[in-house]
């Protein structure tokens, strides 16, 4: 199975940008690096998804290391409603494989 | 609105009893999946469907049955086999079963047997 290892925490201050990391050292040539984030008793939400480039949208931007290995989700000003569980995906094959993600904090 | 939508959103049953939980979706979507999440821990994949009437296991079927008859409706049974049924169920949908698509989740059903 596809793995991917994040932080199982982390904490920023809001209005500072915030990077989480994300390790998947077995990615394959075309599998999609796909990031969710969950809230409290919500089913999780759509972030940004890539493969090789960097990707910006309205809400994160996803920096890929060029050898695939490793991602970065941005967050570039953080908000209380950030604070949410933040999973990174690799989508290979027929399925998405969610790990345990990252827990965000925001300090306000 | 388009969406994707479980119900009901909470849910209690006795031991033993099985238990339906619906999911509709009207986004038009092939794929459909089933997650079951614990507390403090990830999503795990239960059943996926690409197409009306077939679907797969994934990696904690057991317990569990769903059918697909029509494109916006997969529901999921959980049987009394299913030896630790309390938990958060989800269910998601996409337009493809390919990698470059996002899925749409609906927002869960808390599933406590007693």
């Known amino acids: 199975d596809a793995k991917t290892t994040q932080p199982n925490s982390m904490e920023s201050n809001e209005e500072e940008p915030v990077h989480l990391p994300c390790n998947h050292s077995?990615?394959?040539?075309?599998?999609?690096i796909h990031w969710y984030r969950q809230l409290p008793s919500q089913g999780p939400e759509y972030v940004i998804h890539g493969l090789t480039s960097n990707v910006n949208n309205r809400m994160a931007s996803l920096a890929i290391a060029e050898d695939r290995k490793s991602s970065t989700l941005i967050l570039h000003r953080a908000t209380l409603r950030d604070a949410a569980v933040y999973y990174c995906i690799l989508m290979t094959g027929n399925q998405f494989y969610f790990g345990t993600g990252t827990s965000l904090t925001v300090i306000p | 609105d388009g969406g994707i939508t479980q119900s009901p959103k909470y849910l209690f049953r006795k031991e033993g009893q099985n238990v339906t939980l619906s999911c509709e979706q009207n986004l038009n979507h092939d794929a459909m999946y089933w997650y079951r999440q614990d507390p403090g821990q990830g999503l795990r994949l239960i059943y996926y469907s690409q197409i009306v009437n077939d679907f797969q296991k994934g990696d904690i079927a057991e317990g569990y049955s769903v059918s697909r008859e029509k494109k916006e409706s997969f529901p999921l049974t959980v049987t009394s086999a299913q030896k630790n049924p309390t938990a958060f169920y989800l269910c998601?949908?996409?337009?493809?079963?390919?990698?470059?698509?996002?899925?749409?989740f609906g927002q869960g059903t808390r599933l406590t047997v007693v």
């Open positions: 998601a949908s996409s337009i493809l079963f390919a990698r470059n698509t996002e899925a749409f």
């Open positions: 077995t990615i394959s040539g075309t599998d999609y």
